[in-house]
């Protein structure tokens, strides 16, 4: 095979382990999903051809994490508030 191919190859390896050195590239795992490898190379495509799409399925990823419980009635105040509040109506 001609050399080329080889040198080019060798050349996007670097040109990766730079851009991911650099910060260029970011290839850790954020789902942290227990699943098989396919969606994620799915997802990989999903955010460099079609990154609209990738996009919105981060959105929906992070609308559909459970927020924090709203406060009730007999909760307190938790030590946020320690002062006295008063209302003036005139």
């Given at each position: ?28 795992n954020?789902?942290k ?58």
């Open positions: 095979m001609n050399w080329w191919i080889f040198g080019s190859i060798a050349a996007a390896l670097v040109l990766g382990f730079i851009a991911v050195q650099l910060g260029w590239v970011d290839l850790s954020k789902s999903k227990a699943g098989g490898s396919s969606s994620s190379i799915v997802g990989i495509g999903d955010e460099v051809f079609a990154p609209t799409r990738h996009e919105a399925q981060v959105e929906l990823d992070r609308q559909t994490m459970l927020p924090a419980p709203a406060p009730v009635a007999g909760d307190g105040d938790k030590g946020i508030f320690d002062g006295k509040i008063r209302i003036d109506l005139r």
